[in-house]
């Protein structure tokens, strides 16, 4: 897919493999829209990824449907769709028993890491149809993959989000939408 130009939305484009990702993006001539849940964060990852009117972002926590919802529609009004949608946000309760984590902990990881997911990609798929495709990328991980004690809830959410990807991609690929999981191992 040649990114010049393209569309792309980076949920959690701030730091990580989100901002590498957005930086990139950048670099390849795509205008770039980055969230993330902290204005201060946001501000600081525009700044340091500033390329002339390239790049936008809006605070959003990727847990609430309705602020993903007004997210997209903000990339939408100011660049005028989107072509690539890269699920970035995530969180990791590591080190906890099942019995030690509450149920909030496991609450918040499955929101994060599947439930914003399924909310990006409800929005998206939709103005993507109208631009006759695009490309959503899943950042899952080998948690997703192979079960880890004291990990309960991110394995959960990635073997769920890599069960997503899967059932996602048969649903739009008539559509000229493409789907890709990412497993990535440990990263800084």
Do not use: W
């Not at 990702?21 to 500033?50: D, N």
């Not at 936008?56 to 529609?73: I, W, Y």
């Not at 008539?174 to 890709?180: A, D, L, R």
């Amino acid at each position: 897919m040649e990114i010049k130009a393209k569309i792309v939305i980076i949920t959690c484009g701030t730091k990580g493999i989100g901002s590498a990702i957005a930086e990139k993006m950048l670099e390849a001539g795509a205008k770039v829209f980055i969230c993330a849940r902290s204005k201060p964060e946001l501000k600081r990852a525009l700044e340091q990824l500033s390329f002339s009117g390239q790049i936008e972002g809006e605070v959003c926590d990727v847990r609430s449907e309705a602020q993903v919802r007004l997210m997209l529609e903000e990339c939408e009004r100011r660049f005028g769709g989107v072509d690539i949608l890269v699920n970035n946000a995530g969180i990791g309760i590591i080190g906890k028993t099942v019995e030690e984590m509450s149920g909030d902990e496991f609450r918040q990881t499955l929101e994060t890491n599947l439930f914003g997911v399924f909310y990006a990609c409800h929005y998206a798929v939709p103005m993507m149809k109208k631009r006759n495709g695009g490309y959503i990328i899943n950042i899952s991980s080998l948690a997703g993959q192979n079960a880890h004690p004291k990990m309960a809830a991110y394995n959960a959410s990635k073997f769920g989000l890599n069960g997503f990807s899967e059932a996602l991609m048969q649903e739009v690929r008539e559509h000229n939408i493409k789907v890709t999981a990412i497993c990535p191992g440990s990263v800084n």
